[in-house]
Every structure is written in C-alpha cells, then in structure tokens.
C-alpha cells in the first residue's frame, strides 16, 4: 500500500500564495508519476499539474505561470502564486508508483485539501 499525506492547504486572499506538500510513503519500487487534481462542488475532478519521473510537466491552462510542480525523492509540491478565486476547491495529490520490474504501476489518491481564494 501507499499512504499520501498532504499539507499546505488554507484560506487566502486573491492574490496570495500557497505551498501544498505530498509526501508518499509504502512499499514500491519507484515513483513514475505525481500529480495535483483539484475539483470544486459539483464539478469534475481536473488535472492542475502533473510531473513525471524524467521531470516532464504538464500544466493546465488556466494555471500556467502561475502554480509550479516539483519533486524532491518521494515528495511533490505545489507552489501556487497569483492566486484567484477561481483556483478554489479541493487539491487531491496523486501518484503513480511501479511496483514490479515488467513495468506494471498503481495509482493512489491522497484524502485532499481545501484552499480557498477569497476575492
């Protein structure tokens, strides 16, 4: 099993900035994968930045230049600058672990964490 343990989320006026912080931990033989989702009442859960094992990232639109992923060993972050009232919602870090040789992986969700943008 993996186990998520995220941090960083809060309350923030526009314009602001937060870290968010997914540290994983558990028996696996590498990370291949982690990523930020976010998702709002109602609303589908959405990709916000995700990075691969070779440093590949991939941003949403309505993020880029703005937020920032990261990796250090088995830790990612998420640094989110100009924040809007917009980026509100729930954060879900995710992370794609392999866990045998032949390249098979497993994907796991963290519990969340709320940040709010007030205007």
């Known amino acids: 099993q993996v186990q998520l343990v995220e941090s960083g989320g809060g309350l923030v006026q526009a314009g602001g900035f937060l870290r968010l912080s997914c540290a994983a931990s558990?028996?696996?033989?590498?990370?291949?994968?982690m990523a930020w989702y976010r998702q709002a009442p109602g609303q589908q859960r959405e990709l916000v930045a995700a990075i691969t094992n070779i440093g590949i990232t991939n941003y949403a639109e309505s993020v880029k230049g703005r937020f920032t992923i990261s990796r250090a060993k088995n830790t990612a972050y998420l640094q989110m600058n100009s924040l809007k009232p917009e980026d509100t919602g729930d954060y879900y870090c995710?992370?794609?672990?392999?866990?045998?040789?032949?390249?098979?992986?497993?994907?796991?969700w963290g519990q969340g964490t709320q940040v709010t943008v007030s205007s």
């Open positions: 995710a992370v794609l672990v392999r866990v045998t040789i032949l390249g098979n992986a497993n994907g796991y």
């Open positions: 558990g028996s696996f033989l590498s990370i291949s994968r």
